[in-house]
């Protein structure tokens, strides 16, 4: 876990209003003491001193900040030396680590901001805060860092910054009194502009490590994509990759859905609060959601409580009422935007500018995916079905009667080829126009439907030309269905504004013959039929 990366979950701390730094997990130990050093003053007759740390010890930063630690520690007659990162958001002092010849150092890695206490007064006043001869009193009450009362006298304190904001607060106290002077506060100022400096390279560093790690998980999620044949399976994938590479508290993918609509497809909640419920509708105007998918332009709010002016994250009537920081970002491709995505975390400015960078070359990975799978199905829909009737277009309904015939040789069952033709159809559309065309095409398509079975195979097979392969059936049945569609079509005209017309149809109709079971040989059967059905006139059923 890379430096100071979780300082709002439990075991885990990150410094408030920052964009960069991060921290790892908690743990306790004891360092190297300092050996025993006779004629020491106070800390002779004492313990050796106990390093305590608020995180696992071992990287480079926690090394480094441990020797800025040692070296008050051995540089002057302290009893206690400490570094307290600030979290403004919970209200809390996190320690980050201590060194201290007392047995009452607090063991609590988190303390509350509490008024008139040492560590207050420097985070809130962002200067210095001396004190050269404290009563036992002052010492109890101000000391806050101490489970019972210790008889300090001194204390020295100076805010750490991050940008503008303190970060930290980096003291150390004493059981002498005017233990701390001008050169000892320069020390202080010194060491403290030196953990500044310390937080801002390991700051950069944590995002190369994080960009590396991006990189690594993004890779993966394109190969996982290819497989994913849903876009529910995209936004499964989508939502576990972000779980995987970033920190949050709450998480939301907003997209359509298979009906168009708007609407939160994946919601995640690590924190205690209330979040969005998944299938909540998104409404584009005014919201944070709307704003990214219209600009195709992420947003970065270090904190939502001042930053939203009035604008929502998802839609008016969401209870939502938390102050985080916030990332969103567009899911798009070249083409189109298919919804978003955000991230909350709970400290102020969490989010880095390698966190954007990340989110947003997934989301468009994302749009991308998104795009091909429903090109994909849009041109196998294209291959499978007839635009103008939603029946099966010739390629498929062949391929599958081909099957049919091969199984029913086997078996040994009965088939018909049926095909029914509009009569004069092309002087219907050459009268009336192509629309009236269409109209007919799809009243004769719905009674075909309305006529066969399940398992029937039907499809489009010419401009007005309709195939039905009727399983299980004889030619007598064939013959008696097919006059039944016959007679529904004569009987239903054909409306378009204010036109009615009156359709025929004639009909082909071709048996099943075990010892050639081919589609070609039952296709020109049927067509011979069908020509011999026009040939009298139409509106009429012949059998071969």
């Known amino acids: 876990m890379s430096f100071f990366k979780k300082l709002q979950n439990p075991g885990s701390d990150r410094m408030p209003d920052q964009e960069q730094p991060h921290a790892g997990s908690f743990a306790e130990g004891v360092s190297q003491p300092r050996p025993y050093r006779p004629g020491e003053g106070p800390g002779a007759a004492i313990k050796p001193p106990v390093f305590k740390t608020g995180r696992e010890s071992g990287s480079d930063i926690n090394k480094a900040l441990e020797q800025v630690l040692w070296i008050v520690k051995e540089s002057l007659d302290v009893h206690s030396v400490f570094l307290f990162w600030v979290n403004r958001n919970r209200k809390q002092f996190v320690l980050e680590s201590s060194i201290t010849d007392s047995g009452v150092f607090s063991a609590e890695e988190r303390l509350p901001f509490i008024e008139g206490q040492f560590l207050q007064m420097v985070a ?28 300090i006298q001194s204390f020295a304190g100076v805010p750490v910054f991050f940008g503008e904001e303190v970060c930290a607060v980096f003291g150390a106290d004493s059981l002498r009194a005017d233990c701390f002077g001008g050169e000892e506060l320069s020390v202080f100022n010194r060491l403290a502009d030196l953990v500044s400096h310390l937080v801002y390279i390991y700051s950069g560093k944590d995002d190369l490590e ?27 994938q989508l939502a576990e990759l972000i779980g995987e590479l970033m920190e949050f508290s709450y998480a939301a993918v907003v997209c359509f859905d298979e009906e168009g609509r708007l609407s939160v497809q994946k919601s995640i909640s690590r924190g205690d ?26 947003v970065v709010l270090k904190s939502t409580e001042a930053s939203l002016d009035g604008r929502y994250r ?22 189109k935007c298919y919804g978003a995505l955000l991230l909350e975390h709970e400290v102020r400015g969490w989010f880095t500018h390698a966190h954007v960078q ?28 007839d635009e103008t009737t939603g029946l099966y277009g010739l390629g498929f309904f062949t391929e599958q009667v ?75 049945s064939a013959h008696l269905i097919s006059g039944k569609i016959r007679e529904s079509l004569a009987s239903t005209p054909v409306r378009l504004d204010r036109t009615e017309l009156a359709l025929t149809v004639s009909v082909g109709i071709s048996r099943f013959k075990r010892e ?29």
């Open 516 to 544: 050639k079971p081919s589609l070609e040989a039952m296709m020109t059967g049927a067509r011979a039929a069908l020509d011999r059905a026009r040939e009298q006139g139409g509106n009429n059923i012949k059998t071969t």
């Open 314 to 335: 998802f839609h008016p009537g969401e209870a939502i009422a938390m102050n985080n920081s916030l990332l969103a970002v567009p899911v798009f491709s070249n083409q």
């Open 210 to 236: 994080f960009t590396g790690k991006a990189a690594r998980q993004t890779s993966l999620y394109m190969i996982e994509l290819g497989r994913e044949r849903e876009v529910s399976g995209i936004i499964r």
């Open 358 to 385: 990340a989110l947003e070359q997934t989301g468009y990975m994302t749009g991308l995916a998104i795009e091909n799978l429903l090109l994909t199905a849009q041109v196998n829909h294209q291959r499978i079905y």
């Open 273 to 298: 609060q209330p979040w969005i419920e998944e299938g909540s509708d998104i409404a584009l105007d005014h919201s944070i959601i709307g704003g990214v998918m219209r600009s195709l332009r992420p």
């Open 124 to 151: 809130d006043g962002r200067k210095p805060v001396i004190r050269f001869r404290l009563t036992a009193e002052e010492a109890a009450r101000c000391a806050g860092y101490y489970s019972f009362p210790e008889k």
């Open 402 to 476: 081909s099957v049919e015939l091969v199984r029913a040789a086997r078996v040994g069952y009965d088939c018909c080829l049926v095909l029914f033709e509009i009569d004069r159809f092309e002087e219907l559309e050459s009268e009336h126009g192509p629309l009236i065309g269409e109209e007919a095409l799809r009243l004769l398509a719905r009674i075909l439907n309305l006529n066969l079975r399940n398992f029937d195979w039907l499809g489009r097979v010419g401009p007005a030309t309709f195939g039905a392969l009727m399983v299980h059936t004889e030619a007598n």
